[in-house]
């Protein structure tokens, strides 16, 4: 079974740009993977770029891009990472796949090179544990309550 997971936070900026280059870099072929955003800012977060550089991590994309960007991919799973998102209403088309949160800390507004990119390191250390576990979900039959479930599990690592 293929999985097409989408990875959303406000801006498509910072959280989900990273959890899409860290799950398209670790998980199986068994999963397609993109993110957006509700709100995009334009420019990807240059700490956030640095960061999938330094690490030799694909770079999705170099422009944020809207959730409505997204319609044909019609994703199986759709993983929020920021609270202002979770109760928001989603676009119709989001209604047929799981939907889970993730909460993830946001990227500060200011700061210093040194403790955005630490909290860079920090957000891209939690993604990885909870995108390495989703490879473990590949089985056979799985209804979308059981991938919840397990998806939910995942959000305290």
Not at 15 to 40: K, M, Q
Request: proline share 5%; hydrophobic share 35%; aromatic share 8%.
């Amino acid at each position: 079974m293929m999985y097409k997971v989408l990875f959303i936070c406000k801006h498509n900026a910072g959280r989900s740009v990273l959890a899409e280059s860290i799950a398209t870099n670790i998980l199986p072929a068994d999963f397609s993977v993109t993110s957006g955003g509700s709100h995009p800012t334009g420019k990807v977060h240059p700490v956030v770029q640095k960061y999938l550089d330094d690490h030799r991590l694909p770079i999705p994309h170099i422009h944020t891009h809207s959730w409505e960007e997204r319609t044909q991919f019609l994703p199986d799973i759709v993983i929020i990472l920021c609270d202002s998102l979770h109760q928001e209403t989603a676009p119709q088309w989001l209604a047929g796949g799981v939907r889970v949160n993730w909460q993830v800390d946001a990227f500060p507004t200011y700061g210093s090179d040194e403790d955005m990119y630490a909290h860079c390191e920090k957000v891209a250390q939690s993604l990885e544990r909870r995108i390495t576990k989703m490879s473990d979900m590949i089985i056979d039959g799985l209804g979308k309550d059981q991938i919840r479930d397990y998806l939910n599990e995942l959000r305290e690592m």
